[in-house]
């Protein structure tokens, strides 16, 4: 079956540490993404790829490091400069063709210990 | 204002009744117009997505935009308690800039038996 995988479902940081959560695609798309999730907030994007070896700045990317080294995989690493890191953070893709982020993984749910 | 406006709810329906989910935006340059259904601690699913204005129709829902009005809609009928979930808009521009997804705060629905 073709879609998203992330992982954890659940983490847990303890202050002070860098985290990474994967995010692994086998629909060959393109385009990837990162958002942050917060009640009453909405979604935000953190990161964006839209080719391998290539990313861009989202509207909330202070604090996060993310790689495109392969087409399916974007990994997003959570610094120890992100000061409010709590979050619910999904992991999106989608084609060229595309005009919306077409699917989201499961999503991780990160809470600082 | 904000670029998307959504009614966050909470909306109980019963069983078989017709529901109606509604968006305004501020942006007349939006053009895809996009909608999600997000179950609890789950990622967001694509629903529906249109270009420009009109209505799509498929199976029981309904997106119909009106971009006159800068009023977006999703329409449920014959509801079902399955159907209870966060229904969250998203609307996109078409080139640039305007390229990024801009989400609403998304709406509460419950179905009830």
């Known amino acids: 079956d073709g879609g998203i995988t992330q992982s954890p479902k659940y983490l847990f940081r303890k202050e002070g540490q860098n985290v990474t959560l994967s995010c692994e695609q086998n629909?060959?798309?393109?385009?990837m993404y990162w958002y942050r999730q917060d009640p009453g907030q909405g979604l935000r994007l953190i990161y964006y790829s839209q080719i391998v070896n290539d990313f861009q700045k989202g509207d909330i990317a202070e604090g996060y490091s993310v790689s495109r080294e392969k087409k399916e995989s974007f990994p997003l690493t959570v610094t120890s400069a992100q000061k409010n890191p709590t979050a619910f953070y999904l992991c999106?893709?989608?084609?060229?063709?595309?005009?919306?982020?077409?699917?989201f993984g499961q999503g991780t749910r990160l809470t600082v210990v | 204002q904000k670029e998307v406006e959504q009614d966050p709810g909470p909306l109980s329906v019963p069983e078989g009744a017709i529901v109606s989910l509604n968006c305004t935006y501020s942006?007349?340059?939006?053009?895809?117009f996009m909608w999600y259904r997000q179950y609890s601690r789950k990622g967001p699913e694509l629903l529906m997505y249109?270009?420009s204005s009109g209505n799509k129709e498929d199976g029981r829902f309904t997106a119909q935009v009106d971009k006159s009005s800068k009023y977006i809609s999703l329409f449920i009928r014959d509801s079902q308690p399955s159907d209870s979930a966060t229904y969250l808009c998203?609307?996109?521009?078409?080139?640039?800039?305007?390229?990024?997804?801009?989400w609403g705060l998304g709406t509460s629905l419950a179905v009830n038996p």
């Open positions: 999106a893709s989608s084609s060229q063709q595309m005009n919306t982020e077409a699917f």
């Open positions: 998203a609307i996109r521009g078409g080139t640039g800039n305007n390229r990024k997804l801009i």
């Open positions: 629909l060959n798309h393109d385009a």
């Open positions: 942006n007349s340059a939006f053009q895809y």
């Open positions: 249109t270009y």
